[in-house]
């Protein structure tokens, strides 16, 4: 027998949450590794049925769990475009580092870098969302953004908006885009040859003045 409940309290970096059935009742557990023939990532909100289990402590959980597909308005509407903007923004930064780079405004290691460690990242966040969602060691979040900050975050915003991960949390998404300002001011001061140098010795010339 299956019953029909709603998801609630989803958290999609860890994978888990509970359903609460439509009928009344405890609510069951629920982990991303029950749903069965899974098109998509869970939302709180989601109609599921599932037949009920329980654990070795007891406790109630959800197993070959199902969609539910409904008409309503929210089921139906399309996939945010944040993640084609992103995919755009990234796609055009590393493309315009590729012509300064053709045009000899940088260092050709600059796009390699951005490039290889973009690359190193994606595959680091993905198997951190892995490891989230099956209770293994995690990436710490000060190694995500020090090679975000070493020419990764291209690679590191791509995987974020595709694995739907570390996206939720405020203070590593600010820090997240601080690196991503910072990178993009030094590009801009690099490709133009601003003379950061002497900008700070002539500060540093007036204060002391």
Known sequence: MRDQGRLTDWNDDKGFGFVTPDKGGLRAFVHIRAFSYRRRRPRNGDVITYQLAWD???????????????????????????????????????VGVVMLAALGKVPW????????????????????????????????????????????WPGALVAQRMFHHKTKKASFQSLFWGIVVIHLIGLAMLATNFPLVSVLTNSHDFFAS
């Open 56 to 94: 070795k402590q007891g406790r109630p959980r959800a197993e070959n769990v199902l969609f539910r597909e409904t008409k309503s308005v929210r089921d139906t509407a399309p996939a945010p475009s944040s993640g084609v903007a992103t995919y755009t923004f990234c796609t055009l930064f590393l």
């Open 109 to 152: 290691v600059v796009p390699l870098i951005y490039v290889v460690v973009s690359l190193l990242l994606f595959c680091i966040y993905a198997f951190d969302k892995s490891a989230a969602m099956n209770n293994r060691r995690r990436t710490k979040e000060n190694t995500l953004q020090a090679m975000a900050m070493c020419g990764g």
